[in-house]
């Protein structure tokens, strides 16, 4: 009996106290990086992986510029097998956080739709802008390499370029380099369209405009609702858009100087297409989602294994990487596109789920 226990508690300190071995590509991902069976990921073989294929497919008319895509966006184009696609052409790797987890948090978010006018009056006063006239943007990548995925943003005051105004500049005063693509009735839902990228807007006569976004001034993203909760405005069991949202129909005086608090601000271009991300494609519901590209390449198969906000059932399914938010940030990060309309608005307003992200890397790279 005593050798039984000696060999077990050696067996023990040999494997399960053992330091797991990660691997690192840090020209895909700057994240640890576990490597695992397709069988091992919850669901894969259960999830409708032909429709996910369609849209890997659909992202591959922008994605296959890119290096790491152009070859397996080629062999998409031939292959009718969706679940043979995936496993004859991608590993899967799940992503590792600095600390050694495998959760990070999941959030979500939708298509607004705004109510709007293409004249300004007392009820349509709330601008949608373009990009500035005035707003300069630099690429550092010919100058760092390693910076390929920054950009500056500012404007030029003399002979300096200095940072652009911020969200409370902008508000304060009237800018002639500024022009509204149109103008909308609800300042919190402005800001909703900001954090979200992209949206619609009725006008008046009926018409829907789509608009989405065009750039940024350049300035950090502050979540507004951490601000909140942090000063007492809201409490944890009211801290998602419907509870922001109601805080600021009493207290609309306070709507300003909250809001301001998030400096970065977002200009706009009419789009012929619905919500459209990062990578340019249209945005398909519940099948995209919005990453941080330090860790995910747009483009990317992802695999999501979270839960529902509201009804708390499992989501796990194949997805896309196809759009970026300021706010996403970190190893095991994402936001889940929901769509357009009220579910869309309930959900994405509610969620901030654990998760794990499982990233399909295409072979070709790894050899």
């Known amino acids: 009996m005593r050798q039984l226990l000696i060999f077990i508690i050696t067996i023990y300190i040999f494997t399960g106290c053992s330091v797991k071995e990660y691997q690192k590509y840090d020209d895909i991902s700057k994240a640890s990086l576990e ?9 894969f073989y259960n999830d409708d992986l032909d429709y996910a294929f369609e849209v890997f497919k659909k992202a591959c008319t922008r994605s296959k510029r890119y290096e790491m895509f152009k070859e397996v966006c080629l062999k998409a184009d031939d292959e009718n097998n969706a679940r043979d696609f995936f496993i004859s052409n991608f590993e899967a790797y799940k992503l590792i956080d600095n600390k050694g987890s495998d959760e990070g948090i999941i959030t979500g978010y939708y ?25 300069i943007t630099v690429d550092l990548s010919k100058v760092y ?40 009735d609800d300042k919190f839902a402005l800001f909703l369209l900001h954090i979200q990228g992209s949206g619609k807007v009725k006008l008046t006569d009926g018409t829907i405009l789509n608009v989405g976004y ?6 950090r993203y502050k979540s507004v609702g951490k601000y909140m909760l942090k000063n007492g405005f ?10 922001m949202k109601a805080y600021f129909d009493k207290n609309p005086d306070k709507m300003d100087e909250i809001l301001n608090h998030n400096e970065s601000y977002v200009f706009f271009r009419e789009s012929k ?41 499992d989501i796990n399914k194949l997805m896309v990487a196809a759009d970026v938010g300021g706010a996403i940030k970190g190893e095991i990060r994402a936001d889940f596109f929901w769509g357009f ?13 654990k998760g794990k992200l499982y990233i399909l890397i295409p072979k070709q790279v790894l050899n």
């Open 35 to 43: 490597k695992v069976n397709f069988y091992d990921i919850e669901d």
């Open 214 to 219: 065009a750039n940024q001034n350049g300035r």
């Open 341 to 353: 309309g009220d579910k869309a608005f309930e959900y994405a307003g509610k969620m901030k789920e």
């Open 111 to 135: 298509e607004p739709l705004l109510h709007g006018s293409l004249i300004k009056d007392d009820t349509y006063k709330y601008p949608i802008y373009k990009t500035p006239k005035d707003m």
């Open 234 to 243: 809201i409490d944890r069991n009211s801290a998602s858009i419907q509870g």
């Open 145 to 184: 390499p390693e910076l390929k995925k920054y950009r500056l943003r500012g404007k030029l005051k003399g002979n300096k370029l200095v940072p652009y105004e911020n969200r409370a500049q902008l508000e304060k005063h009237e800018n002639e380099n500024l022009e509204a693509i149109c103008y909308v």
């Open 273 to 313: 297409q619905g919500a459209t991300g990062a990578l340019g494609v249209e945005l398909t519901s519940k099948r995209n989602l919005a990453v941080d590209r330090s860790y995910i390449p747009l483009g990317m198969p992802v695999f999501i294994s979270t839960s529902n906000p509201v009804t708390k059932e």
